[in-house]
């Protein structure tokens, strides 16, 4: 992996680990295995780099490294084996070869369309542009939050209403079911004073129809 690809890493590795810093207390372990896996590809190029003699972008990569592994934490880094980087080990410089001198000056070929690596102030302002990206996405993402959070506080009240409205119509119902069970005993006391006395009142009618009957033939 080249330089710009690491430095282009390490950049959306920050991002990563200052997200993670503001809602660790939430979610302890958010992004940790992406970033775990980052560092790593980090570690391994910086040190295809020094074997490759590219000590000057090693450098840089091993400080940007090493400040994201303190952001990660001397523990938690230590969890997931990122070890710091070893110091590179300077060969020893091979023998020069002879060269011949030749009378005629040597020219360099010409390009108008050089592509050199992003200096600091370069990557130094991505990584400030990408922060404050990220600020603004989090204080969309804590707007909505305060959002939900006001309308579960509606939705709570709510609840509350409905449940005194409901509370209060059991106790109607149950002030009607007592009086219904005492318009029940009521009726069944009624239709047993009727059975009981019915006998009665039939004899009486038949007593009177039959004295009418007896004053009507008579006169």
Avoid: C, W
């Avoid at 009378?103 to 102030?121: A, I, R």
């Amino acid at each position: 992996m080249s330089a710009g690809k690491l430095t282009s890493l390490a950049t959306s590795t920050l991002s990563l680990l200052l997200e993670r810093q503001r809602l660790q207390a939430s979610h302890p372990t958010l992004h940790l295995q992406q970033i775990s896996t980052n560092l790593h590809k980090i570690r391994e190029g910086v040190i295809i780099l020094h074997n490759a003699s590219n000590h000057e972008a090693a450098e840089g990569l091993t400080l940007h490294y090493e400040r994201l592994r303190g952001m990660l934490g001397e523990e938690e880094a230590e969890k997931v084996g990122l070890h710091p980087i070893p110091a590179p080990v300077s060969p020893s410089p091979p023998p020069l070869p002879e060269r011949d001198i030749s009378p005629y000056p040597t020219y360099e070929p010409y390009t108008d369309d050089p592509s050199p690596e992003p200096d600091e102030n370069g990557i130094l302002l991505q990584q400030r542009q990408m922060m404050d990206e990220q600020d603004v996405h989090l204080d969309h993402l804590s707007s909505s939050i305060n959002r939900q959070h006001h309308i579960s506080l509606q939705i709570g009240d709510e609840l509350e209403v409905h449940t005194g409205l409901l509370d209060a119509l059991d106790t109607e119902l149950d002030g009607t079911g007592a009086r219904m069970s005492n318009a029940r005993r009521k009726l069944q006391r009624v239709a047993q004073g009727a059975k009981r006395n019915g006998s009665t009142v039939t004899i009486a009618l038949l007593i009177l129809i039959l004295l009418i009957l007896i004053v009507v033939f008579k006169t």
